[in-house]
Each structure stands twice: as C-alpha cells, then as structure tokens.
C-alpha cells in the first residue's frame, strides 16, 4: 500500500528508533522519536503496560554505567536501558537483571 493511499503508514508516522527497558525477567521495547519524546515518555508506557501499578514518579531510567537518563536525544537506536522501581522515599531496587538464557 502506498503512504499517499493509507495514512496510518505514512513516513511521518514512523518512530525514530526503539530502546529496550530491561528490569529483572522483564523487557520492554518501546517506540520514540527522540526528537518529540522524553525519558517521562518511557515511563509512561511502561506504567501504561504494568495498568498503573508503578507511577512515572517511581521509576528511574539508568544507562549501564548507572547514569540516570535525561533526554532521549542521548539514545541510540536499539539501546538497552535499566529500569528501577522506588522502593521507598530514598531507596530504589537495585539494577537486577535476570539471566535471560532459556536453553539450560
């Protein structure tokens, strides 16, 4: 289908890139344009996956080296990001990602 033909497929309605949220057994992969978008944005639709259980408020977006992420305009395409949960006023979990091999 041609993008003059079907609007949904339009270039302009291309996202940029995705990144990856890894938190313990769970990945979540998420569209942005990193021009439009901001690390509250990944939240969100984190927060919208988990039905609200966890606001925007408590999460955290963390690069591997443990930087917390600012602007999305310092991603690459495919980035894999750290996403912890507040577990109290001024405590967060720790990064803890699970070993994600199926084949053992």
């Known amino acids: 289908i041609h993008p003059s033909i079907h609007p949904s497929i339009h270039p302009s309605n291309y996202h940029d890139s995705y990144v990856r949220l890894r938190r313990q057994t769970q990945t979540y992969f998420i569209m942005?344009?990193?021009?439009?978008?901001?690390?509250?944005?990944?939240?969100?639709?984190?927060s919208l996956a988990l039905k609200g259980e966890t606001p925007v408020e408590e999460m955290r977006i963390l690069f591997p080296t443990g930087e917390e992420?600012?602007?999305?305009?310092?991603?690459?395409?495919?980035?894999?990001?750290?996403?912890?949960?507040?577990?109290?006023?001024?405590?967060?979990?720790?990064?803890?990602?699970a070993d994600m091999d199926v084949g053992e």
Not at 32 to 46: A, F, G, I, N, R
Not at 70 to 94: A, C, G, I, R, Y
């Open 69 to 97: 992420l600012s602007s999305l305009t310092e991603l690459k395409n495919e980035e894999e990001l750290h996403l912890v949960f507040q577990l109290s006023d001024e405590e967060w979990e720790p990064v803890d990602l």
């Open 32 to 46: 942005c344009s990193p021009s439009e978008h901001t690390p509250d944005y990944l939240k969100e639709q984190v």
